[in-house]
């Protein structure tokens, strides 16, 4: 079991930055990939972007691609979200999710309970 807890959302232009942070308890935490998700208001949640144990493997949805940059500190048991060049269509509530095994983009099995992300414009 590990639980999550998601930080570093917030009000921002567009065109600006922002970091979320996901602090994880337990013990064995670079056992777990690491992903990121949203959701929109009125719409499914989506992957955002993951990484492995290691963070030598990310994976990132084409939307966020070249703008977002997904990091973990395994020492910390936290992995961030680095978001630039922000847009509206990135307002969203952000979820940090972990499963052990192998990175995907789905079938997560621990989730945070989110952090409000929104981008004016």
């Known amino acids: 079991q590990v639980q999550l807890v998601e930080s570093g959302g917030g009000l921002v232009q567009a065109g600006g930055s922002l970091r979320l942070s996901c602090a994880a308890s337990?013990?064995?935490?670079?056992?777990?990939?690491m992903g990121w998700f949203r959701q929109a208001p009125g719409k499914e949640r989506e992957f955002v972007a993951a990484a492995n144990g290691s963070g030598r493997t990310t994976y990132y949805a084409n939307s966020v691609k070249g703008r977002f940059t997904i990091s973990r500190d395994n020492a910390k048991n936290t992995v961030y979200l680095q978001m630039n060049s922000l847009k509206p269509e990135d307002t969203a509530v952000y979820y940090c999710?972990?499963?052990?095994?192998?990175?995907?983009?789905?079938?997560?099995?621990?989730w945070g309970q989110g952090t409000q992300v929104a981008v004016s414009s």
């Open positions: 999710a972990a499963r052990l095994g192998a990175v995907v983009t789905t079938a997560y099995d621990f």
């Open positions: 337990g013990r064995t935490f670079a056992s777990y990939a």
